[in-house]
């Protein structure tokens, strides 16, 4: 007789009880024997994972559905596959993307194996996630002791009402954007993000971006001056306030600025229209395939996970969005004169697949992608790009990839070695956004500020607060205690049982001299920023998201799950001793961007 294995699938280990065999804890960390962490799990067979969620998406990209396979029957043009625009394919670095779940349930399907599980039960919040376990076991026969909610997904034919609605829109709200002017004669376009700059310089008719202001020294330099391309980003200001910023820049600037994405033409909208009725047949297609996201190698069904995403970038807003970027960005790359040189700021977004495309289709020069942030371990975009960026045959669903990919750091020149990107794709550069790192002296400089670092996120930000309010030492340190929101996250979070914060939004450099402390979640890029500077630097492992800090691996880095744990860390006066602070290429002299924009 087989012996019964149960196992409970908890949040955390507040939730333990009496019973079970096996206590697996979703988001949590634990010393206790009879609690398995899935965070410690990951953590510890991080690099099988990591490659196995990748092979995964390889996978579902060649699923053969009536027809061919999904990339082919993606084809939106005769050379271009859809695929790549699709949300499921961009590996998003977002949680929306479940990808952090998807990675836990592969964790979790491992474990069930090496245990022989025979009855599982789960009590988790997310029905999304319940459902997938519930089906996994299901499929190997596991016993489950209750069935989950399933998530009710939206009609095809509602995604396909939002779509026409979304396109309905874009042509209101976009009507008075003008795309950039092809008259000019400049060779090199660039194309970033339109936030982190000198909003009083724009008078004087200057681009003072933190992005770009290391290459002060260079750009002027370039013949004919450069071509921008500017993404609106919302919540800074509204699309008409950005359209009149770039207006008064022009008048006075012998470059030329656009918004990425402008006034939708008429002509253009049958033609994304007859796509969107292509993608909708795929959807249906793949919605019917009972496998179409079951994970060979583990057997785990990720459709509770992905379907939904999958669904709305074929039929609904999100596929009229992408559509109308990519006919853009093909009519602004046919008017524009020969480009010698194109930048863009890499994030393996869809509209970068977008404007690989057009530029190459085009027939423009050497195109950069612009890794301007060291890469994190789990941020898969890169681990897609990589993985594109080594195929090298000629296929008509071969992803549109740049010319060259521009690191400015060793982390994410090994991140691209280890995911095989070819070597002479990727070019090392200089740091265009660090330089305020470069060795000062700050000898002599008073220590007094324990700085919080804010994240992108805003969750992100609530669980950081909650771990640091929990500290005692917090309570009694004589340092001030000042938070540095994320620039692209305004949203405070609740500071209530702290002693008083200061916030401030001045800029990262001023703040380093002053610090004695820094304390970060995991995925903060300002992390390594404080510890590159020489700052003792703390990063908050959350067990609800994947270790992505730039400094995991790094000698010297220090890491806490616990208020416990950052308490210790606050106390101790060795932890956090650099052993190598060569982790970025710095030097204002930036020769090797003046050779690649020769």
Known sequence: MTNSVRVDVVVNQSELRVGADFTVLWDDYSTRKDAISLPEYVEAHADRLRLHFAEFIDQVAQTPLSGGSVSELLLIREDFSYWWMTLFASTRWDPTSNITHAVKLLAFAEICSQISATKVSVRLSNDQVSAAIYTYCKSKNIATTEKPNFHNQSSLRLLQFRAAAAIGKFAVTHRRIKALESGSQARTLIVDHFVRFNEPAIADGRYDSQYWKALDNVL?????????????????????????LLTTLNKKSINKHAQFESRLSAHQVFPILRELKQLRRVARVSNRHSSFFVDARSGVDFSALFVEQWNESLCGSTAARHLIILRQQEAVLKSLPSQKNGLFLCENQPWETAFAYAWHKYGHGKLTAVVHAPIRFWDFRYFTLARALRDNQEHATRKPTPSVVAVNSEISRSFMEIAQAPADRILEVESLMFNHLIATSTAGAQKDILLIVGDFFPHLNDRLINLVRNTEHIRTTNLEIVFKPHPMNPKLPDFSGLPSVRISTTDLGELLPRTHTAISCNSSTAALECFVFGVKTISYVDPEALN????????????????????????DTHSGDQQSRSLLILDPATPRWKKLLA
């Open 220 to 244: 002027p330099t370039i013949e004919h001056g450069t071509s921008w391309m500017h993404h609106f980003v919302p919540g800074f200001r509204s699309l008409q306030a950005t359209e009149q």
């Open 548 to 571: 992505s800090s730039p400094l995991r691996g790094v000698s010297g880095a220090v890491f806490v799950t616990s208020s416990e744990q950052l308490d210790v860390a606050l106390t």
